[in-house]
């Protein structure tokens, strides 16, 4: 069982990077294989003339998701939307098919009231790409933070790890009919 976890965002600080990490400690403890794909910055510029030969980066970044049983995104809302180096990195997969099909849990961390349209914004296109999304909510206030910015407070972390208990056990049944 492999789930390849993916930020949407490239700040340093980010709190969506931050969950994936918490939630990377808690599978690693219950012995499940969550590897955090970093591929995000160095994705160059998405170009239909390249999407056949990409470059290698993408190459790797591709390879990632399809042997994958199972992908987690937690992507900030930017602009009432997706960000657009991590939207880059999924219109990378459109032509590959790398998530084509592929279980694709979508993890909020906004509080409540924040969030809805990056999470609709992403719906339409995982819809279009054939992706099976299910949608997990698990609120981050900054006093669940550290001083570091990890997530340590244990009843945000036991969340977090529900939500990747939850994908592991969906990645083993059979997927829905497309």
């Known amino acids: 069982m492999v789930i390849v976890a993916i930020s949407g965002s490239l700040r340093h600080g980010s709190v969506n990077s931050a969950a994936l990490r918490a939630a990377g400690r808690w599978a690693e403890r219950s012995g499940i294989e969550f590897v ?9 510029h998405f170009t239909p003339d390249d999407e056949g030969d990409p470059p290698n980066a993408v190459r790797i970044f591709r390879k990632a998701l399809e042997h994958a049983d199972a992908v987690v995104l937690a992507v900030p809302e930017y602009a009432f939307g997706i960000p657009g180096a991590f939207k880059n990195a ?23 009231g924040r969030g809805t349209d990056v999470r609709h914004a992403l719906g339409r296109v995982l819809a279009a790409i054939n992706a099976q999304v299910s949608y997990h909510s698990v609120p981050v206030a900054q006093s669940d933070r550290d001083a570091s910015g990890e997530i ?27």
Not at 36 to 44: A, K, R, S, T, V
Not at 94 to 108: E, F, T
Not at 152 to 172: F, N, S
Request: avoid cysteine; charge should be negative.
């Open 36 to 44: 955090i794909d970093e591929h995000l910055p160095q994705l160059p």
């Open 90 to 112: 999924i219109d990378w997969t459109v032509g590959s098919g790398s998530l084509d099909g592929k279980r694709v849990a979508v993890l909020s961390v906004a509080l409540p």
């Open 152 to 178: 340590r407070d244990p009843g945000v972390v036991d969340a977090l790890g529900d939500v990747v208990a939850t994908v592991a056990h969906d990645a083993q049944l059979p997927l829905r009919n497309r």
